[in-house]
């Protein structure tokens, strides 16, 4: 901070040549009275009164000029609108980030405020001070980066805009939020801005030193002022809820707490079914600081549930949103898989492993409506419901004239080993007459863009490929099975079992997770039909669902139970939790890591011009009491 004052608004300076009538009129005041004396020897004490009045003699002695005077100067000066100069003070438009991602709502122990409030309060003293000719743009940074300003000078917008600014339940991202600071940087030639954030951003191990680090993947075309957020206090928060079928019916619900580096926890943890209201299990769990515990519950699997884990802190608890958390387990059943008779080296797989029903039996129709797995060396039956589908010797419509599939030798190339279908899978040994191939000018990154992922490489083109859209998974092997060596090869029951595992997972019929915050997961409801969906803060919006009867992208940015309404009636309801281990440990970093350069965090205090026609004009009712006493008590003064 600069020690020489500047001057907003210099032009006003002139207000203080007022200060040249006031001491004219007090030159020019003389006041003599008139008297009938009995004797000239009182020439003399007229003789004193002249020497009184003169013109410096009266200005020297009487009080009342000086304090008029006074007033008008700090009332001039204050209308130049001094200030004492910062660094940032210097900046003429500063964008200033503001982290409201979940760990900046964790109350702090000693001033019983949020970190986000604590920050909303020093961006106000911001704001409060912002001189004239300066400019601010407020951006909210969460899961994504938000826009609250424009850039602007405007303080009742910036406040309104501050006061709006709420807690997100997600992680942060600060990549997000330095792309959207630099788009402004060749329009507003910004060359700084400022960060406020309690510094708990995702972390990314660094080989060369070991050690965990907050890694920015963004150029950073601007200084970046990192102000961390202090905070104090523990807290004690559900960091993971899932399940996995134990048996044929049965399911295991297991629940993870976490207590934060900061103090240690005490807490009593209850599973409860939401249908009966009733407790499934409860358990009282102690931690040390920086410790977790993993609670497992036995659940039975006859009909569907929906459960809530409830934390109940025994003392101060930071954070109240990872308190709570949801999972659905749907009944426990067979995987319901179609497969037609023509197909019979995939039959023959499946009917070997426990816990499938394949259709259609052997000399009959086909006839559930919903499968979880459909297999099929025909593209119409993809036209079949289910959320896994697996094509055999077809080239999907959308790549003809970019594939094709010729008749000659092949031998894998390469394959994702670590794709859940070809795990534990060895393909060097396998031979294939079928020979896909791309066409001219076609390369992989086509097929990428029309959403496919190569998952093995044959000799001059894909042999397998996956696209997911929503909840649909489906993949292609592009080759017959009659013309491959496959079948014959133990990669063959190894990759039925991937197969029939991956649409388990997809079915949730063999693990369920708890949704987290971000984005909701996809919802099975009535095709082609709209819905009204209310989030925890009672917004709603409208959605519809799909040919499918899917709806998709429903933002989830707060912790709680979601609605589903159709024509007023409530139809569906899903819980979504926070689960994030590293916002529940409430902890930060001092250095952010970009590439090519390092962010440390500064002292977290106002550093922007600091205002003084406050304190002026505070001096100037000072000075105008005392002038108002003084001619109160000595009105023979005047």
Not at 442 to 448: C, G, P, R
Request: proline residues 6%; negative net charge.
């Amino acid at each position: 901070m600069s020690w020489f004052p500047g001057f907003s608004a210099p032009l006003n300076a002139w207000l203080l040549l007022l200060t040249a009538p006031v001491v004219l009129v007090y030159f020019l005041k003389l006041k003599r009275t008139q008297k009938e004396i009995p004797s000239l020897l009182l020439w003399q004490q007229v003789i004193a009164d002249q020497r009184v009045n003169s013109p410096f003699q009266r200005f020297r002695k009487n009080l009342l000029l000086w304090l008029q005077l006074a007033l008008l100067v700090l009332l001039a000066t204050a209308a130049t609108q001094p200030f004492l100069g910062s660094r940032d003070g210097n900046v003429a438009k500063l964008p200033i980030l503001i982290d409201c991602s979940a760990s900046m709502g964790a109350i702090d122990a000693t001033t019983k405020k949020t970190r986000l409030q604590l920050a909303k309060d020093q961006v106000l003293q911001i704001i409060d001070g912002l001189p004239s000719g300066q400019q601010l743009m407020l951006i909210a940074v969460h899961s994504s980066a938000q826009r609250l300003t424009s850039m602007t000078s405007n303080k009742v917008e910036l406040r309104t805009a501050l006061d709006r600014l709420e807690v997100a339940d997600v992680p942060s991202r600060l990549e997000d939020a330095f792309s959207l600071a630099s788009g402004s940087v060749k329009t507003d030639k910004i060359s700084t801005i400022r960060l406020y954030t309690d510094g708990n951003v995702p972390l990314r191990r660094n080989p060369a030193t070991e050690t965990d680090q907050a890694v920015i993947d963004f150029d950073l075309p601007f200084q970046v002022d990192y102000f961390r957020i202090p905070s104090t206090g523990g807290n004690v928060g559900i960091t993971s809820l899932n399940a996995t079928r134990s048996g044929v019916r049965d399911w295991q619900v297991f629940v993870r707490a976490e207590c934060s580096p900061d103090a240690a926890g005490d807490v009593q943890l209850r599973l409860i079914d939401l249908e009966t209201r009733t407790v499934i299990g409860e358990e009282r769990i102690v931690l040390n600081p920086g410790e977790s515990s993993r609670i497992v519950f036995s659940v039975n699997g006859d009909v569907a549930k929906r459960l809530r884990a409830e934390l109940t802190p025994q003392g101060f608890d930071a954070l109240a949103t990872d308190n709570s958390a949801w999972i659905e387990l749907p009944v426990s059943r067979d995987l319901l898989v179609f497969c037609p008779e023509t197909l019979p080296a995939v039959r023959h797989a499946l009917r070997g492993m426990e816990g499938i029903q394949v259709e259609p039996v052997a000399g009959q129709p086909a006839s559930a409506v919903v499968y979880d797995l459909v297999i099929s060396d025909s593209l119409e039956d993809l036209a079949r419901e289910a959320t896994t589908y697996l094509t055999i010797g077809q080239l999907p419509h959308d790549l003809a004239g970019k594939v094709t599939i010729q008749d000659s030798n092949a031998t894998v190339v390469d394959w994702k080993r670590d794709a859940p279908l070809l795990q534990h899978v060895q393909m060097l040994d396998v031979d294939f007459i079928d020979s896909p191939q791309l066409m001219k000018d076609v390369t992989e990154s086509n097929l990428e863009r029309l959403g496919y992922m190569t998952l093995c490489h044959g000799t001059q083109g894909p042999l397998i490929l996956e696209r997911r859209a929503g909840p649909r998974l489906t993949m292609h092997w592009l080759f017959q099975l009659d013309r491959t060596t496959l079948p014959y090869r133990l990669a063959f029951p190894i990759m039925a079992t991937n197969l029939v595992n991956l649409a388990l997972n997809q079915a949730e019929l063999s693990e369920a997770k708890g949704p987290a915050t971000g984005i909701l997961p996809p919802v099975k409801l009535d095709r082609s039909a709209e819905y009204l969906v209310t989030n925890p803060q009672g917004v709603h919006q409208t959605a519809q669902s799909d040919k499918d009867g899917w709806i998709t992208g429903i933002p989830a940015r707060r912790v709680g139970p979601f609605e589903f309404r159709q024509g007023g009636v409530l139809v569906r309801e899903m819980g979504v939790s926070l689960l994030n281990a590293r916002e529940s440990s409430l902890s930060g970093v001092d250095t952010l890591v970009a590439k090519e350069a390092e962010v440390s965090a500064n002292e977290m205090k106002s550093s922007m011009d600091r205002p003084l026609w406050t304190l002026l004009a505070g001096g100037a009712l000072i000075v105008l009491m005392v002038e108002w006493w003084f001619y109160q008590r000595r009105p023979g003064s005047v």
